[in-house]
C-alpha cells in the first residue's frame, strides 16, 4: 500500500567486522535478526561471539560494516546479561535493588509502571520471595535469574545473553533455560544467546550462527542440526 512502511528486522549487520589494535577478531556478519526470533551464537573460544554482542550493545564500535536497529528500538533499550564474574556474584545490594537498577538508564526513580513492571519480572523468574534477600547470600541459579530480571527490567523487545549457565550445576542450568524459554514463548522477547553447549542451543533456539572468526553456519536450527559442522563441534569454557 502507498505510504506504508516496509517492517525492518530488529537488528540488522551488513557485512560487519570487529577488530583490536588493527586486528581483527571477527568479519563478514551478515545477518537479520526478527521480531521473536531465538538466535544462538556458538563457537569456539576466541571465535569473536562475545565480541558480536558487545557489537549490537554498541560497547565495541565495527571496524567494518554496519549495524542497524528497527526504529522502535534502542541500544539503551536492549536487555544484556553479560558473562558471570566474581565482581557480580559479591554485589552488595538486595535483590529488588539489583533487579530494579535495569531501569536506571531511563529514570532515577521508578514509576508505577515501572514498580508493576518489575513485580512482574521478579514473578516470572519466580524470585519475588527472594525481593529483600542479599544478592550474596544467593546461589548462582538464583543470581542469575535475579540478572536476568534486570535485563528484561530494561526492555520488553531484545534480550542479549552471554553465556547464561556458565557455571552452574545441571539442575540451575535446565532450569534457567526453561525460564529463558518461557519469556520467549510467554512474552514474546527476541533472544540473542551466546552458548557453548549445542545440543541446548538446538533444543531452544531456531536459528544458528556458527562463528570461526568468520560465519561457517548460518540458518535454522534443524539444518544446523544435519550438518556435520554441528556434528564435529565440541565448544569451550570462555571466548573473547
Same mark, same amino acid.
Given at each position: 500500500l502507498e505510504g506504508s512502511r516496509i517492517p525492518m528486522a530488529l537488528v540488522t549487520c551488513q557485512d560487519v567486522a570487529f577488530a583490536y589494535e588493527g586486528r581483527t577478531v571477527v568479519s563478514h556478519i551478515q545477518l537479520e535478526v526478527n521480531a521473536g526470533d531465538y538466535l544462538c551464537i556458538?563457537?569456539?573460544?576466541?571465535?569473536?561471539?562475545?565480541?558480536?554482542?558487545?557489537?549490537?550493545?554498541g560497547l565495541v564500535a565495527p571496524s567494518r560494516g554496519r549495524i542497524l536497529f528497527d526504529d522502535g528500538l534502542k541500544q539503551n533499550a536492549i536487555g544484556y546479561l553479560p558473562q558471570r564474574s566474581a565482581l557480580q556474584r559479591d554485589f552488595p545490594a538486595?535483590? /529488588?535493588?539489583?533487579?530494579?537498577?535495569?531501569?536506571?538508564a531511563r529514570s532515577l526513580y521508578l514509576t508505577a509502571a515501572q514498580k508493576t513492571a518489575m513485580e512482574e519480572n521478579l514473578a516470572l523468574l519466580r524470585i519475588a520471595d527472594l525481593r529483600k534477600r542479599s544478592f550474596m547470600e544467593l546461589s548462582g541459579g538464583q543470581q542469575q535469574r535475579v540478572l536476568l530480571a534486570r535485563a528484561l527490567c530494561a526492555t520488553s523487545k531484545l534480550l542479549l545473553l552471554d553465556e547464561p549457565v556458565a557455571g552452574l550445576d545441571p539442575y540451575a542450568t535446565k532450569e534457567?533455560?526453561?525460564?529463558?524459554?518461557?519469556?520467549?514463548?510467554?512474552?514474546g522477547v527476541t533472544i540473542i544467546m551466546i552458548s557453548h553447549d549445542v545440543q541446548a542451543a538446538? /533444543?531452544?533456539g531456531d536459528h544458528i550462527l556458527h562463528l570461526r572468526n568468520v560465519p561457517l553456519f548460518y540458518g535454522t536450527s534443524e539444518d544446523y542440526r544435519k550438518s556435520e559442522l554441528c556434528h564435529s563441534f565440541s565448544g569451550g569454557e570462555s571466548d573473547v
Amino acid at each position: 500500500l502507498e505510504g506504508s512502511r516496509i517492517p525492518m528486522a530488529l537488528v540488522t549487520c551488513q557485512d560487519v567486522a570487529f577488530a583490536y589494535e588493527g586486528r581483527t577478531v571477527v568479519s563478514h556478519i551478515q545477518l537479520e535478526v526478527n521480531a521473536g526470533d531465538y538466535l544462538c551464537i556458538v563457537g569456539e573460544n576466541g571465535s569473536g561471539k562475545s565480541t558480536l554482542v558487545k557489537g549490537i550493545l554498541g560497547l565495541v564500535a565495527p571496524s567494518r560494516g554496519r549495524i542497524l536497529f528497527d526504529d522502535g528500538l534502542k541500544q539503551n533499550a536492549i536487555g544484556y546479561l553479560p558473562q558471570r564474574s566474581a565482581l557480580q556474584r559479591d554485589f552488595p545490594a538486595s535483590v /529488588r535493588e539489583v533487579v530494579s537498577s535495569g531501569f536506571a538508564a531511563r529514570s532515577l526513580y521508578l514509576t508505577a509502571a515501572q514498580k508493576t513492571a518489575m513485580e512482574e519480572n521478579l514473578a516470572l523468574l519466580r524470585i519475588a520471595d527472594l525481593r529483600k534477600r542479599s544478592f550474596m547470600e544467593l546461589s548462582g541459579g538464583q543470581q542469575q535469574r535475579v540478572l536476568l530480571a534486570r535485563a528484561l527490567c530494561a526492555t520488553s523487545k531484545l534480550l542479549l545473553l552471554d553465556e547464561p549457565v556458565a557455571g552452574l550445576d545441571p539442575y540451575a542450568t535446565k532450569e534457567m533455560y526453561d525460564t529463558i524459554a518461557d519469556m520467549h514463548r510467554e512474552r514474546g522477547v527476541t533472544i540473542i544467546m551466546i552458548s557453548h553447549d549445542v545440543q541446548a542451543a538446538t /533444543r531452544y533456539g531456531d536459528h544458528i550462527l556458527h562463528l570461526r572468526n568468520v560465519p561457517l553456519f548460518y540458518g535454522t536450527s534443524e539444518d544446523y542440526r544435519k550438518s556435520e559442522l554441528c556434528h564435529s563441534f565440541s565448544g569451550g569454557e570462555s571466548d573473547v
